[in-house]
């Protein structure tokens, strides 16, 4: 019986998978084509429907400031995380959204009380004392961010870049 419920479920979801992973290629072929306007619906509906997924939220914010609605983008991303306020990735999406280190700091650090492990609150809270100028913060935390994924590259290139700062170029090379 419950087998049966489970492949029912899962037969009711895989359209909705597949609809959201075509909205993706769609959007995502539209941006190669340089066609960021008729890309920002499409990838509105992928970027719903995958709220989990960072990389693609970030994707479709980027769009929504680039095609003047940044402040739409901040919006929506408020009222869901308004509807579910437990959910870490949520706090910083709406961190990042608002391109406010004093407001995004306290969403990444509410986010990792929510999940230690969130790697992209983790390199968010590095962002913020990177904008701050708070270099030694700013590689600590991008360091933690390396301990939970090794092969974060946008993260590698961010530590990287600190230690130029620093005028640590040998400790650069090595990153």
């Not at 509906?45 to 940044?70: H, I, K, N, T």
């Amino acid at each position: 019986m419950r087998l049966l419920l489970l492949l029912l479920l899962l037969l009711l979801l895989l359209p909705g998978l597949a609809l959201a992973d075509s909205d993706l290629q769609a959007g995502r072929a539209l941006l190669e084509q340089g066609l960021d306007a008729q890309a920002l619906e499409p990838l509105t509906r992928a970027a719903r429907s995958a709220p989990d997924d960072v990389p693609l939220q970030r994707q479709w914010l980027e769009l929504m400031r680039s095609q003047g609605f940044g402040r739409d983008a901040v919006g929506e991303l408020k009222a869901r995380l308004d509807r579910k306020p437990s959910d870490p990735t949520l706090h910083y999406l709406y961190g990042v959204a608002t391109g406010d280190p004093k407001i995004a700091g306290p969403q990444f650090e509410e986010a990792l009380r929510l999940d230690p492990r969130h790697k992209w609150a983790r390199q968010g809270l590095g962002g913020v004392a990177l904008a701050e100028g708070r270099l030694e913060d700013a590689l600590k935390e991008f360091e933690a961010a390396l301990q939970l994924d090794p092969d974060f590259a946008e993260v590698l290139n961010k530590v990287a870049n600190v230690h130029v700062a620093m005028q640590q170029p040998e400790a650069a090379k090595a990153a």
